[in-house]
């Protein structure tokens, strides 16, 4: 039976965290908006049944009806790791004899355990990452997921795939430092002391309720002390305690810090946690990470071109681009469509290539002009209705007169006379004979209304006169008044 890995880069995994009694799973869906939705179940093995369990728990998940990518975990107590220094010609030695070497036993039954090996270099030493867990177990997860009718796509033990993800949640500069990390359980710890996303060592320790501080300094000296078993020459750069943010407010951070040696920081995420487990898996088998340790790895399907060109991405993107390429590609014709029926309406000079320069100067003349008339234009209805309702009592309007502002040759030269209003009207004289009041600052009342000061700049009163009524004899005035429009000096 081979693990069937075709699936890495699907939208849609589960992560599962097989322990002794229970089983503990999150699955991880991947939004056509980038975000990632999350789904976490746990159910009880009965009677020893893993394959019943594992049908369960998927259950709960709803993926009971297509197959998915499954990545497993066992836990970190099941597993045994070791990291050590190898020289250039021990690189070629088998994951059994180095095994063997860091058991440092001629009498353990290698044949039954199921190994993976990693060559890196943490600092200036190559070093083997030695990671076994007994084959029987391994072998029972592989069979209850293939009874489940899913693929199983890696099995690692709980605490690599936790370190695997701590470091995403830094920055760039601290990804890839050597670092103590202190993951907190609600009994226990689990020291280690990684690189980037891949383990030197790791250590499970308890925790001492009520002497937690203390616990989490030991546990870090501990680290230290391997240091040099493991081929480091150095001290971690930083110190990062993960989980329990409820100890922040009730250890003292300073003691820490002074007792520590590096760049010390308290992170919530992640945990010793199950669901803080399965969510690490999920995570990682949806960013198609395939490094770190695979309890699998000898029973994975050969190498195929579907398993490492994404098919599915490229096919989106081509379809993207089609739809783009479309819609660009009607827009231009639209563009076309409008330059030829530009040019066809266009005037002749335009369309045969002529210079446009004279009927750009032509235009700009008439558009100057144009301009020239705006701004001397006066609103004549705004003036009228301001004017006749200002009119004292007893005076009525017997002529309008109106001229516009214009150019007139006098005597070959070119003069611009301001435009005008003539208002001719009459008015009854008062009982004694004499002239009405209002009449003497009618000239005044029309200059302060708000049209005639914006447009003229003088109101005056001329030709005013007695009159009598021939029909009715009775004695009146006549009278004009004069607006005279702003010259371009007043303005």
């Not at 081979?2 to 002794?20: H, R, Y």
């Not at 709803?62 to 990291?83: D, H, N, Q, R, V």
């Not at 899913?150 to 605490?159: F, G, I, N, T, Y």
């Not at 309008?400 to 003069?415: E, F, L, N, Q, T």
Request: proline share 5%.
């Amino acid at each position: 039976m081979t693990t069937n890995a075709e699936n890495q880069s699907s939208s849609d995994v589960v992560g599962i965290l097989f322990k002794n009694d229970r089983l503990d799973a999150c699955r991880a869906r991947q939004t056509i908006f980038g975000g990632v939705r999350y789904q976490y179940a746990s159910t009880a093995i009965q009677d020893g049944d893993l394959a019943a369990a594992t049908k369960e728990v998927i259950a709960q998940l709803g993926g009971s009806k297509a197959a998915l990518p499954i990545a497993a975990a066992i836990a970190t107590e099941e597993c045994y790791f070791a990291t050590r220094p190898i020289t250039s010609g021990g690189a070629t030695a088998s994951p059994r004899v180095l095994l063997r070497e860091s058991l440092r036993s001629t009498s353990a039954r290698l044949d039954q355990m199921s190994i993976d090996v990693i060559h890196w270099q943490p600092d200036r030493r190559t070093v083997a990452g030695i990671c076994a867990a007994p084959t029987q177990r391994v072998e029972d997860i592989r069979e209850a997921v293939a009874a489940a009718k899913h693929s199983l796509q890696r099995v690692e033990p709980a605490a690599a795939c936790l370190i695997g993800i701590s470091p995403s949640h830094e920055g760039r500069e601290r990804r890839n430092q050597l670092t103590t990390r202190v993951l907190l359980g609600e009994s226990s710890l689990l020291a280690v002391m990684s690189r980037g996303a891949k383990p030197i060592h790791w250590q499970r320790l308890p925790l001492p309720p009520g002497d937690e501080a203390t616990g989490i300094v030991s546990a870090i000296r501990s680290l230290e002390t391997a240091a040099t078993a493991c081929g480091l020459d150095r001290t971690p750069d930083n110190v990062v305690v993960h989980g329990r943010s409820e100890l922040r407010s009730l250890l003292d951070n300073q003691w820490l810090e002074n007792s520590l040696d590096g760049n010390f920081r308290w992170v919530d995420y992640p945990t010793l946690s199950g669901e803080d487990v399965t969510k690490a898996l999920a995570d990682r088998l949806l960013q198609g990470n395939d490094e770190g340790f695979d309890l699998v790895r000898e029973h994975r399907d050969p190498l195929q071109l579907r398993r490492v060109v994404p098919y599915r991405e490229i096919f989106g993107y081509i379809t993207a681009a089609v739809v783009l390429a479309g819609v660009l590609w009607t827009r231009m014709d639209g563009i076309e469509s409008q330059r030829m029926a530009l040019v066809a309406s266009a005037p002749p000079i335009i369309g045969d290539g002529t210079s446009p320069k004279p009927e750009k100067d032509r235009l700009n003349g008439q558009a100057t002009a144009f301009s020239r008339f705006l701004d001397k234009r006066v609103l004549w209805s705004e003036v009228l209705a301001e004017v006749t309702t200002a009119l004292p009592e007893g005076m009525q309007l017997m002529d309008i007169r109106c001229s516009a502002p214009m150019a007139r040759d006098i005597r070959g030269k070119s003069k611009s006379l301001p435009a005008t209003l003539v208002l001719d009207a009459k008015c009854a004289l008062g009982e004694d004979g004499t002239m009405p009041t209002s009449l003497n600052a009618l000239a005044e009342t029309f200059n302060e209304l708000n049209s005639v000061h914006q447009h003229f700049e003088t109101v005056e009163l001329s030709d005013l006169h007695r009159t009598r009524d021939q029909e009715s004899g009775v004695a009146g005035a006549e009278f004009s008044v004069i607006f005279t429009a702003k010259t371009k000096k007043g303005r």
